[in-house]
């Protein structure tokens, strides 16, 4: 056999190693050199098998892709629930006609709808000069102001304002200044103090609730006129009238009972009813300066009905209340029944508002029965305290609404509290179609 010549061979190893991807040699008999190293070195896969980089990159392909239909997966089955809880009418697998109104959003053609059905009962009610707000925990959920009245105009509240008078009575039991059973001779010295005297065993829940046993009397009409006199000089001119009736027994809409318990709050508390509507109501909500007990005077104010303020302070105090934080433990005791079973009437209450309404303590229980029923003392109830000049504010607990109705003073006052009382089941839905939105936020 012939042997290779020994300068073939650099040849034939180079044509080798060319073909396995090696550097080629320069010249016969020279070194190779070598090609550029790359960044990162590969490593070698066993015979049969593509590089492990590729293989890698492709689990990660495989990976991304299996966790991309894992969600989409999951985010079809959390739409079909949702559906389903809405009461989807959409076949399953099939997209809905029109989109879902998703948990929180306002149902905006449901909202139109019954903006339009509340505008029409309000253009059917025929009051010139209107207010109506609507509000809930996000902000307004409607809004109509008409003719000479806006949000901003002062007007008088009337029988309105002992609402908030009842509710500043309940400030002073939170801080521990009142309790709902002291009674009048506790805090009053001049007050009668034998038990034998009714006068000694009135309490302040009995006075906020119209209960305390005075009623109406003769001879006394004239005093709460005054704006010469003070709260005092007033009600020492009462001790000179006999009470009509046992305290707690009967129930007797008026005046004088609210101005028992305002004597209470200046004695226990050292400050005058002006000094204490400022610090514990005015002040505390923001309301504005026009928010004043000033019927006939600041010194002898009328708590059950002399106040003036404008319709947005109300919605301030109506806020508060809904939010829990202004009163504390004192929001359910002064929401609750205090004229039911076993206290007598003293007037036909079809002439203050409606036969089914009962009083708690400042504000009216209502409701929708003919007559007054167990069921109607639910705490989530609906409350308000109509005033004579037009003056109506609301809190439905359960719809999760609060508001005004307010016209002026002049064309039938108690317009307002019936186009009120038929607005109710109408803003209650209408808020539940708002979600979680608001037609206007809180400044």
């Given at each position: 056999?012939?042997?290779?010549?020994s300068r073939?061979?650099?040849?034939?190893?180079?044509?080798?190693?060319l073909?396995?991807?090696?550097?080629?040699?320069?010249?016969?008999?020279?070194a190779?050199h070598?090609?550029?190293?790359?960044?990162?070195?590969a490593?070698?896969?066993?015979?049969?098998?593509?590089?492990?980089d590729?293989?890698?990159?492709?689990?990660?392909?495989?990976?991304?892709?299996?966790?991309?239909?894992t969600?989409?997966?999951?985010?079809?089955?959390?739409?079909?629930?949702?559906d389903?809880?809405?009461g989807?009418?959409?076949?399953?697998?099939?997209p809905?006609?029109?989109?879902?109104?998703?948990p929180?959003?306002a149902?905006?053609?449901?909202?139109?709808?019954?903006?339009?059905?509340?505008?029409?009962?309000?253009d059917?009610?025929g009051?010139?000069?209107?207010v109506?707000?609507?509000g809930?925990?996000?902000?307004?959920?409607?809004a109509?102001?008409q003719?000479?009245l806006?949000?901003?105009?002062?007007?008088?509240?009337?029988?309105?304002a002992?609402?908030?008078?009842?509710?500043?009575?309940?400030?002073?039991?939170?801080?521990?200044?009142?309790?709902?059973?002291?009674?009048?001779?506790?805090?009053?010295?001049?007050?009668?103090?034998?038990?034998?005297?009714?006068?000694?065993?009135?309490?302040?829940?009995?006075?906020?609730?119209?209960?305390?046993g005075f009623?109406?009397p003769?001879?006394?009409?004239?005093c709460?006129?005054?704006?010469?006199?003070?709260?005092?000089d007033?009600?020492?001119?009462?001790?000179?009238?006999?009470?009509?009736?046992?305290?707690?027994?009967?129930?007797?809409y008026?005046r004088?009972?609210?101005?028992?318990?305002?004597?209470m709050?200046?004695?226990?508390?050292?400050?005058?009813w002006?000094r204490?509507?400022?610090?514990e109501?005015?002040?505390?909500?923001?309301?504005?300066?026009?928010?004043?007990?000033d019927?006939?005077?600041?010194?002898?104010?009328?708590?059950?009905?002399?106040?003036?303020?404008?319709?947005?302070?109300?919605?301030?105090?109506l806020?508060?209340?809904?939010?829990g934080?202004?009163?504390?433990?004192g929001t359910?005791?002064?929401?609750?029944?205090?004229?039911?079973?076993?206290?007598?009437?003293?007037?036909?209450?079809?002439?203050?508002t409606?036969?089914?309404?009962?009083?708690?303590?400042?504000?009216?229980?209502e409701?929708?029965?003919?007559r007054w029923?167990?069921?109607?003392?639910?705490?989530?109830g609906r409350?308000s305290?109509?005033?004579?000049?037009g003056?109506?504010p609301?809190?439905?607990?359960?719809?999760?609404?609060?508001?005004?109705?307010v016209?002026?003073?002049?064309?039938g006052p108690?317009r307002?509290?019936?186009l009120?009382?038929?607005?109710?089941?109408?803003?209650a839905?209408?808020?539940?179609?708002w979600?979680?939105?608001?037609?206007?936020p809180?400044?």
């Open positions: 056999m012939e042997r290779t010549p073939v061979w650099p040849v034939v190893v180079g044509c080798i190693a073909a396995l991807g090696c550097a080629t040699p320069t010249g016969g008999g020279g190779a070598s090609a550029p190293e790359p960044t990162e070195r490593t070698a896969a066993p015979a049969g098998e593509p590089p492990r590729e293989t890698a990159r492709d689990e990660t392909a495989r990976d991304e892709t299996a966790r991309d239909e969600a989409r997966d999951e985010t079809t089955r959390e739409e079909t629930a949702r389903a809880a809405a989807s009418d959409a076949p399953q697998g099939e809905a006609a029109e989109a879902r109104v998703l929180g959003a149902d905006r053609a449901r909202v139109a709808a019954l903006q339009a059905q509340v505008d029409a009962l309000i059917d009610a009051i010139p000069d209107l109506v707000l609507v809930s925990a996000c902000g307004l959920v409607y109509r102001e003719g000479a806006r949000r901003d105009s002062a007007v008088r509240l009337a029988s309105a002992k609402w908030w008078s009842a509710a500043i009575l309940a400030r002073l039991v939170d801080q521990g200044v009142l309790r709902w059973e002291s009674r009048v001779a506790e805090h009053v010295p001049w007050w009668p103090q034998e038990d034998a005297d009714p006068r000694s065993q009135m309490t302040l829940e009995q006075a906020l609730s119209m209960r305390a009623g109406e003769l001879g006394t009409a004239l709460p006129r005054q704006d010469r006199r003070s709260l005092e007033c009600m020492r001119h009462l001790l000179s009238q006999t009470p009509r009736y046992a305290p707690g027994s009967t129930f007797s008026g004088w009972d609210m101005q028992l318990a305002g004597l709050a200046e004695h226990a508390s050292g400050r005058p002006e204490l509507v400022a610090e109501l005015v002040l505390p909500l923001g309301m504005s300066a026009d928010a004043v007990y019927t006939p005077s600041t010194r002898n104010p009328r708590l059950a009905g002399g106040a003036r303020a404008r319709p947005w302070d109300m919605m301030l105090f806020r508060a209340l809904a939010g934080t202004w009163l504390g433990a359910e005791r002064l929401h609750a029944l205090q004229v039911g079973e076993g206290v007598t009437l003293a007037q036909d209450l079809g002439e203050l409606f036969r089914g309404w009962r009083y708690a303590l400042g504000n009216w229980v409701c929708d029965a003919e029923s167990a069921g109607c003392a639910s705490p989530q409350h305290s109509y005033g004579a000049f003056f109506y609301f809190w439905d607990r359960g719809a999760d609404t609060f508001g005004v109705v016209q002026d003073t002049g064309r108690q307002s509290l019936r009120g009382v038929a607005l109710a089941p109408l803003v839905e209408l808020r539940q179609a979600g979680a939105e608001c037609a206007e809180w400044p």
